[in-house]
């Protein structure tokens, strides 16, 4: 089945640095691809998507890239916050499936 | 127009108890989908179920753990005699026509 492997699994970085956080996926048919943050406690609150039929995708100061050859995508996080401080999730859907495999999650903190 | 909703936020049973969690999906959304999330860990997938139907258990435990969405009402994810490896925090999900999961607030279960 699908696996979803996540680096780094904490991240640390200065006020108005980027953050970069990467995800490799095993199935070549997965195709799609959500990015998760969740502050303590609460729900798992989507950020950013990106299909496999697209290569980046940006919103204000958050991008996604994907690279279906080598079967991995990135987070970028750009002029960085102290609230973007979370635990931060990329997934995949496994072809065929509406299921969402998880990676292992990055603890971003974000230093004043 | 209300989110995934899910009750109760926080339940406490006894070694040996039942536990029912429940989930009303976003308007107009037919897709649900329930993960677990132990401490410090990321979500697992458990199940996905459309009305009435459940379409991949694969993720279920094969004792104690069911789960429905009848064609009135919640979807009810249902744990019988659990043990202290049942805390977590139990999540649903929901989508529409495409694959876009938002999630609930969850359940956290605590087993004393």
């Known amino acids: 089945g699908e696996n979803v492997e996540q680096h780094p699994s904490t991240l640390s970085v200065q006020e108005g640095d980027s953050a970069v956080i990467k995800c490799t996926y095993s199935d070549s048919a997965s195709n799609y691809f959500p990015w998760y943050k969740q502050e303590l406690g609460k729900r798992p609150q989507l950020i950013i998507d990106i299909r496999s039929n697209v290569g980046e995708k940006k919103d204000q100061r958050i991008a996604v890239t994907l690279n279906k050859t080598a079967k991995h995508f990135s987070l970028h996080i750009t002029e960085t916050q102290p609230e973007d401080s979370a635990v931060y999730f990329c997934?995949?859907?496994?072809?065929?499936?509406?299921?969402?495999?998880f990676g292992q999650g990055t603890r971003l903190t974000i230093n004043p | 127009n209300a989110g995934v909703m899910q009750n109760p936020r926080h339940l406490v049973r006894r070694r040996g108890q039942e536990a029912r969690l429940r989930c009303s999906p976003m308007k107009g959304h037919s897709h649900v989908y329930w993960y677990r999330q132990l401490p410090e860990e990321g979500l697992k997938f458990m199940v996905y179920?459309?009305?009435?139907?459940?379409?991949?258990e694969s993720g279920m435990p094969k004792e104690r753990f069911s789960a429905e969405f009848p064609k009135e009402g919640p979807s009810i994810l249902r744990i019988q005699q659990v043990v202290r490896g049942d805390s977590a925090a139990y999540f649903c999900a929901s989508s529409g026509s495409e694959e876009t999961q938002y999630f609930g607030p969850g359940t956290r279960l605590l087993v004393l």
């Open positions: 179920l459309q009305k009435e139907n459940i379409i991949d």
């Open positions: 997934a995949a859907t496994p072809g065929g499936a509406q299921k969402l495999v």
